[in-house]
């Protein structure tokens, strides 16, 4: 499964709506986890089963999709927001892929 | 609180051989399935392999399949991976991930270690 991820890096500004993209090459139902990582840090999980919030996770964060195309939204941008995003999919193919990442950076 | 910390990155030349290491703690290590994933420098992220809870299902990518062996002692809540026939190309961050299931086969990252680098050049 191929994944793609649109913008592939964007500009905004602290209290702005973003929205990332990520498509899959064929149908994956809801199984789509969306990361955030900061740089020289681990990533984190922020959203699974492309739209269940992972505990701890602030409410701004949000994802929706099924089959070939999903979002993740933020939907007012904080400076600790400020990180590369990745999509990611797994099945018992077993088939475990990454997206190529969104960078978010300050406007 | 849930920890992972990996061990054994460093400087090896191509061909050469290292073992990585992620030692666990604030879980039950024996019940979850976990997995190694890279990160070259200024790269994206790759998975690089997976195993169940008692070792019976291990899965590698293609990327590594025949140079690097996936482990674990459930009895010392540690996780390992074994490289051999280090190439330049598997110069990356190594991080070591817990896995949390859902759906029908697939899951989700929901713990990583902090990484260590693994360098491959001569």
């Known amino acids: 499964i191929q994944m793609t991820q649109s913008p592939s890096s964007l500009s905004a500004s602290v209290g702005d709506r973003v929205t990332i993209t990520c498509r899959t090459s064929?149908?994956?139902?809801?199984?789509l986890n969306w990361y955030q990582q900061k740089p020289g840090k681990a990533p984190k999980l922020l959203i699974y089963?492309?739209?269940s919030l992972q505990s701890g996770v602030p409410s701004r964060f949000s994802g929706d999709g099924s089959g070939t195309v999903f979002t993740l939204t933020v939907s007012s941008l904080q400076p600790e927001d400020f990180a590369t995003y990745y999509c990611?999919?797994?099945?018992?193919?077993?088939?475990?892929?990454f997206g190529p990442g969104t960078k978010v950076d300050i406007k | 609180q849930v920890q992972l910390v990996e061990s054994g990155g460093g400087l090896v030349k191509p061909g050469g051989s290292l073992r990585l290491s992620c030692a666990t703690s604030?879980?039950?290590?024996?019940?979850?399935?976990m997995s190694w994933i890279r990160q070259a420098p200024g790269k994206g992220l790759e998975w690089v392999s997976y195993?169940?809870?008692?070792?019976?299902?291990?899965y590698h990518a293609d990327s590594v399949k025949g140079r690097f062996t996936i482990s674990r002692d459930n009895a010392r809540n540690s996780l390992y991976l074994q490289m051999n026939s280090l190439r330049v190309e598997d110069t990356a961050v190594y991080y070591c991930?817990?896995?949390?299931?859902?759906?029908?086969?697939?899951?989700?990252?929901?713990?990583w270690g902090q990484g260590t680098l693994v360098i491959v050049s001569s």
């Open positions: 991930a817990r896995h949390l299931q859902y759906g029908s086969g697939s899951f989700r990252f929901d713990s």
């Open positions: 604030g879980f039950i290590f024996s019940n979850y399935y």
């Open positions: 195993i169940s809870t008692s070792a019976n299902i291990i």
């Open positions: 064929q149908t994956i139902s809801n199984y």
């Open positions: 089963a492309a739209s």
């Open positions: 990611q999919h797994s099945d018992s193919t077993p088939s475990v892929t």
